[in-house]
């Protein structure tokens, strides 16, 4: 189970997986190529932000991925008005979004004394942890035949 103390490190991980960062994958965990299927088009609706600062989110594969903070694939796009919509193309499968709104571009989830952000952050089907971050199975969504588009609410 993740501590409070994980929560800016795995919405970090969204930053490296913007910045396009290899990740080494856990053993215990399905590598995407082994998935089956076409790949999908997954289209990540993000609201509730400023008309600056860039959203960056990291697309997790499995719990395993996760807890490790290692991403499958990273989104940075620069905020151009209150909303905008990122795509990732992602096998069938479960996935979980972890993302942060970089409200300042300073490539920084930016933090208080005690380690809690200070900047905007979300998950995917908007999840909430009560003392961290909320869990790969609270974030988990199937993308199947019919892809459904996400909504993150930076608010």
């Not at 609201?47 to 990273?74: K, T, Y």
């Not at 796009?77 to 993302?99: D, H, N, R």
Request: net charge negative.
């Amino acid at each position: 189970m993740m501590r409070s103390s994980h929560l800016g490190r795995l919405l970090a991980a969204s930053l490296l997986a913007a910045a396009g960062c290899q990740t080494s994958t856990p053993a215990e965990a399905p590598m995407a190529s082994e998935r089956v299927g076409p790949d999908r088009e997954l289209r990540v609706r993000v609201v509730g932000l400023e008309s600056a600062g860039a959203v960056r989110l990291a697309l997790f594969e499995s719990e395993a991925h996760m807890e490790a903070e290692q991403p499958f694939a990273g989104s940075f796009q620069k905020a151009s008005g209150t909303e905008m919509t990122l795509v990732f193309e992602v096998p069938e499968g479960v996935w979980g979004i972890t993302g942060f709104y970089d409200k300042n571009e300073n490539g920084v989830l930016d933090t208080n004394l005690v380690g809690m952000p200070t900047e905007p952050y979300a998950f995917s089907n908007n999840a909430r942890g009560e003392f961290g971050p909320p869990s790969f199975e609270q974030i988990a969504f199937e993308v199947g035949k019919e892809t459904p588009e996400m909504e993150m609410d930076f608010r």
